[in-house]
């Protein structure tokens, strides 16, 4: 098992950058993949990117070239450099892991940015 602790959200102008990060309470070198995701209100939950032991990533086409999500494996932890921000990236934004068939997901931290 893992918990998941999400820092780094609040408010911010639109053009600006923002740095989430993801804390987890063991060692995550083993943990297959790890990721963000995000829900704005009365939207679903979505995949807004998500990365590999072996430091593969996967981004969403609305965040590509926005956004770098990077892993720690040392330090337990991830994070999400955020650059470009829109109104549209407002949500509260979940750390995710999973592995061997497990899912685990933070709190959740919220993301707003403002025209």
């Known amino acids: 098992q893992v918990q998941l602790v999400e820092s780094g959200g609040g408010l911010v102008q639109a053009g600006r950058s923002l740095t989430l990060s993801c804390a987890a309470s063991r060692s995550i070198f083993s943990i297959r993949t790890m990721g963000w995701y995000r829900q704005a209100p009365g939207k679903q939950r979505e995949l807004v990117a998500e990365i590999t032991t072996g430091g593969v990533t996967n981004y969403a086409d609305s965040v590509k070239g926005r956004f770098t999500l990077s892993r720690d494996n040392v330090k337990n932890t991830m994070s999400l450099q955020m650059n470009s921000l829109k109104p549209e990236d407002t949500a509260v934004y979940y750390c995710?892991?999973?592995?061997?068939?497990?899912?685990?997901w933070g709190q959740g931290t919220q993301v707003t940015v403002s025209s």
């Open positions: 995710r892991a999973s592995t061997l068939g497990y899912v685990y």
